[in-house]
């Protein structure tokens, strides 16, 4: 089992739809959570952090249910400019290991 | 501030050739990782540097890939000899704090195309 699991998709969505997508982790250590951007033959980006009180940042808000082991990001009002793959990172050790899941593609179209 | 600067962009080589990627993290950054991204998957850490220390070198293919961080500044990850399967984008990535607040920079990668 992969330790960092997500539904590829692709995600194909009207602008202005709202788009969840799931992320679940099998080690139970796992320390920390983020969402990374990565756009088409470009670099990952770090979009945000996610914290068991949930992190909202304009459109986008992450969630973390460690009981569940369980993470989300929900994107609402989707625009043209969100298409892209959003991967789900966890972190494991004092040493900061980032374990990156396989990517979830969202394609927003007009 | 300058980002991460990887080099060569572009690689193609054959199967059983070698080859030899370079990465400068931004400036002051201690940690420095090497993944592996093939296409249509998350990337894969292959090592993970912590000044000229190794912090994890669990996936790395020991039988054919090495790196090293000598003076704890610039990388270079090098594939000897390479397979089909090497097929990927090396993306080598550095972090302030270990990585822990999950803040790592990517560079643009060095595409790796194995014939």
């Known amino acids: 089992r992969k330790e960092v699991e997500q539904d590829p998709g692709p995600f194909n969505v009207p602008e202005g739809a709202t788009v969840a997508f799931n992320c679940t982790y099998s080690n139970s250590a796992s320390q920390s959570f983020f969402w990374y951007r990565q756009d088409c033959r470009k670099e990952p980006k770090l979009l945000m952090s996610v914290y068991s009180s949930g992190n909202e940042d304009g459109r986008f808000t992450a969630q973390l249910n460690r009981a569940s082991q369980y993470i989300s990001l929900l994107i609402r009002d989707s625009k043209l400019s969100d298409s892209a793959t959003y991967l789900c990172?966890?972190?494991?050790?004092?040493?900061?290991?980032?374990?990156f899941g396989q990517g979830t593609e969202l394609s927003v179209k007009p | 501030e300058a980002g991460v600067a990887q080099s060569p962009r572009y690689k193609i080589i054959e199967k059983r050739q070698s080859v030899a990627f370079w990465c400068n993290p931004i400036?002051?950054?201690?940690?420095l990782y090497w993944y592996q991204q093939i296409l249509g998957q998350g990337p894969k850490l292959l090592i993970q540097?912590?000044?000229?220390?190794?912090?994890?070198d669990s996936q790395l293919p020991k039988d054919r890939f090495s790196a090293e961080r000598l003076k704890g500044v610039d990388s270079t990850l090098k594939i000897q000899p390479a397979k089909l399967e090497d097929s990927a984008v090396y993306l080598c990535?550095?972090?302030?704090?270990?990585?822990?607040?999950?803040?790592?920079?990517f560079g643009e990668g060095s595409w790796l195309t194995v014939v």
């Open positions: 400036s002051g950054h201690a940690t």
């Open positions: 990172v966890g972190t494991y050790n004092q040493g900061g290991k980032l374990i």
């Open positions: 990535a550095s972090s302030q704090d270990r990585g822990l607040k999950g803040a790592i920079y």
């Open positions: 540097f912590q000044n000229n220390g190794v912090v994890d």
